[in-house]
């Protein structure tokens, strides 16, 4: 279908143009990016390309052991060449939501420490504006016991809802791979997203945030025409 085309056909760009041989990879989360490791993988079996990967999440180090890529973590490969994930929305300037699959802290840390951070996303996710497509709000992964008094301190500075994301297949919160709960902070309006970070941030038992700001340097957007929309 047209979103699926559009998520292969931004993924395979984005490999084909930032990968070379000796990279050090990061790999995202969700299902865009299982695109770009398929591609990935026929590039080292047909080019003998020598890669190797680190994983943002459980699922990515499913998905790089599925496909047959060489594995390593930041401790032994603490530096990177470029990193590939999606996004749940990315505005005109490349501020990005991030989280929907509940995986921003191993992927923020993971972009954090690639010298180019690639983003790759079929055409519901480019807006002009944070907000404008994605209705699910900012997510914020906050240690389990503090979950209450965050999602309170946010709504009192920065007003919105601030909710505790609940699992669909299992009874109670998600709990992310690193143990940790998720919130989904829905907003309203307009917002200086670098300083909304930070106020997030610095609210005591907050982990990370899902704002993505100054991060990215490409964005590969899969568009309904078939094309790929390319933004820096
Ligand atoms: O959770 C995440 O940050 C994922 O990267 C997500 O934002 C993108 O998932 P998708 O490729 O399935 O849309």
Not at 84 to 110: H, M, N, P, R
Not at 117 to 135: C, M, N, P
Not at 181 to 192: C, S
């Amino acid at each position: 279908d047209a979103v699926e085309s559009a998520k292969n056909k931004a993924a395979s760009m984005a490999v084909d143009l930032h990968i070379k041989d000796n990279f050090r990879i990061g790999i995202g989360s969700g299902s865009t990016v299982v695109y770009a490791v398929q591609r990935l993988a026929e590039r080292v079996k047909s080019e003998g390309l020598k890669v190797v990967c680190v994983p943002t999440s459980f699922q990515a180090r499913q998905l790089i052991i599925e496909n047959n890529l060489p594995l390593t973590d930041l401790e032994i490969t603490p530096q990177l060449d470029v990193c590939i994930d999606g996004a749940d929305e990315a505005d005109s300037s490349l501020c990005l939501i991030k989280g929907g699959g509940g995986c921003l802290l191993q992927e923020k840390v993971v972009a954090s420490v690639s010298d180019q951070f690639v983003v790759i996303a079929d055409y519901r996710k480019k807006s002009t504006h944070l907000g404008e497509q994605w209705s699910k709000g900012v997510p914020v992964e906050v240690v389990g016991m503090a979950y209450r008094p965050v999602a309170s301190a946010i709504e009192r500075l920065l007003g919105g809802k601030a909710v505790l994301r609940q699992a669909k297949a299992k009874a109670g919160p998600v709990v992310t791979d690193n143990g940790n709960l998720l919130l989904d902070w829905i907003f309203e309006g307009r917002h200086d997203w670098k300083a909304v970070n930070s106020t997030i941030k610095m609210i005591p038992g907050v982990v990370e945030t899902g704002l993505f700001v100054n991060m990215a340097r490409v964005a590969y957007f899969g568009m309904e025409d078939g094309s790929v929309s390319e933004v820096k």
